[in-house]
Nanobody
Framework: QVQLVESGGGLVQPGGSLRLSCAAS????????MGWYRQAPGKQRELVAA???????NYADSVKGRFTISRDNAKNTMYLQMNSLKPEDTAVYYC???????????????WGQGTQVTVSS
């Protein structure tokens, strides 16, 4: 019913920038909180940043001041601007969202398939 598709990952040198996008499609009535998570090899998936439907944000301490999360509710799309990237930012980045598919439906949680971000010289 709902698909989340990430894009914008790739290989970048330390200190560089990338912008990730997450587009939601399908049967969507309302999208509540959206978030970016990441998972590095051998590590647990962790929250990077999240944004509510009215734009309140929170960030992991490790990315504060370097990453900026935003969303365009009209386009059902979320973004993550990543600046001053470090090798330790290397991971698969996943989009996550709480989506209500109908007026009387409860919200369900959805994940995207992930996009690889590699920071290396």
């Amino acid at each position: 019913q709902v698909q989340l598709v990430e894009s914008g990952g790739g290989l970048v040198q330390p200190g560089g920038s990338l912008r990730l996008s997450c587009a939601a499609s399908g049967t969507i009535f309302l999208i509540y909180t959206m978030g970016w998570y990441r998972q590095a090899p051998g590590k647990q998936r962790e929250l990077v940043a999240a944004i509510t439907s009215i734009g309140n944000t929170n960030y992991a301490d490790s990315v504060k001041g370097r990453f900026t999360i935003s969303r365009d509710n009209a386009k059902n799309t979320m973004y993550l601007q990543m600046n001053s990237l470090k090798p330790e930012d290397t991971a698969v980045y996943y989009c996550n969202a709480d989506v209500q598919v109908g007026f009387s439906a409860k919200a369900n949680n959805y994940w995207g398939q992930g996009t690889q971000v590699t920071v290396s010289s």
